[in-house]
């Protein structure tokens, strides 16, 4: 059973556009919810988290909307950038232990 | 300050041997897990050790194992390797067992 599932598989967007990744998660028990972006060859690396206690964080470009309910959260990217291009994975977990969605190829188009 | 660094970079065995992986954390990092990356996927958790303690372990066999050594570095060993065990193989530190983690750059392991 997939604990984490994410949407789209892969996303194009023209450069100044907004990029939208969804995430739905299970386990009520989850109080992490972090993003993190990878590029080829490089390991994950963390842009933004929040937890259950917040329905929006903004970092620069970067805003998390949660919504505790629904068990669903979602990464908004502002002002799309070529060097965005990267895939991005959402997870979540509770004590460190982290479940990963299956993740977001995004092409960002000059 | 250094990222987290993992040896070696790159690896290829043979079926039925024996691998062993290296971490070290950020300096000042106590908590260290291991993730399982299978090429398209998103990483799979393995391991957590926190306080030179194992915390929680994956959905993985027996033929996964780790400890955390008192500078707080960390090996992940696999025995019997089969040819799914291929896949790059990431650690992964927090200052505290619920922060987020800071990856490092893998080890990709080629199982032939």
């Known amino acids: 059973q997939q604990q984490v599932k994410q949407s789209p598989q892969s996303l194009i967007v023209q450069k100044g556009g907004i990029s939208i990744i969804n995430c739905a998660y299970e386990?009520?028990?989850?109080?992490?919810f972090p993003w993190y972006q990878q590029f080829p060859g490089k390991g994950p690396a963390l842009l933004i988290a929040i937890r259950p206690d917040v329905s929006e964080k903004k970092e620069g470009r970067f805003t998390i909307s949660f919504n505790k309910s629904a068990k669903q959260f979602s990464l908004h990217i502002m002002d799309s950038q070529p060097g965005d291009s990267a895939t991005y994975f959402c997870?979540?977990?509770?004590?460190?232990?982290?479940?990963f969605g299956t993740g977001t190829s995004l092409t960002v188009i000059p | 300050d250094a990222g987290v660094t993992q040896s070696p970079t790159h690896l290829i065995k043979t079926r039925g041997q024996q691998v062993t992986l290296r971490c070290s954390p950020i300096?000042?990092?106590?908590?260290v897990s291991w993730y399982q990356q299978v090429l398209g996927q998103g990483p799979q958790f393995i391991f957590q050790?926190?306080?030179?303690?194992?915390?929680g372990r994956g959905n993985f066999p027996d033929r996964f194992s780790a400890r955390q050594f008192p500078n707080y570095s960390s090996e992940l060993n696999v025995n019997a390797l089969l040819l799914g065990d291929s896949a790059l193989y990431l650690c992964?530190?927090?200052?505290?067992?619920?922060?987020?983690?800071?990856f490092g750059s893998g080890t990709r392991l080629t199982v032939v």
């Open positions: 050790y926190y306080e030179k303690e194992e915390r």
């Open positions: 997870a979540a977990g509770f004590r460190g232990q982290f479940y």
């Open positions: 386990n009520t028990a989850f109080d992490y």
């Open positions: 992964a530190s927090s200052l505290y067992r619920a922060d987020g983690y800071t």
């Open positions: 300096s000042g990092h106590k908590s």
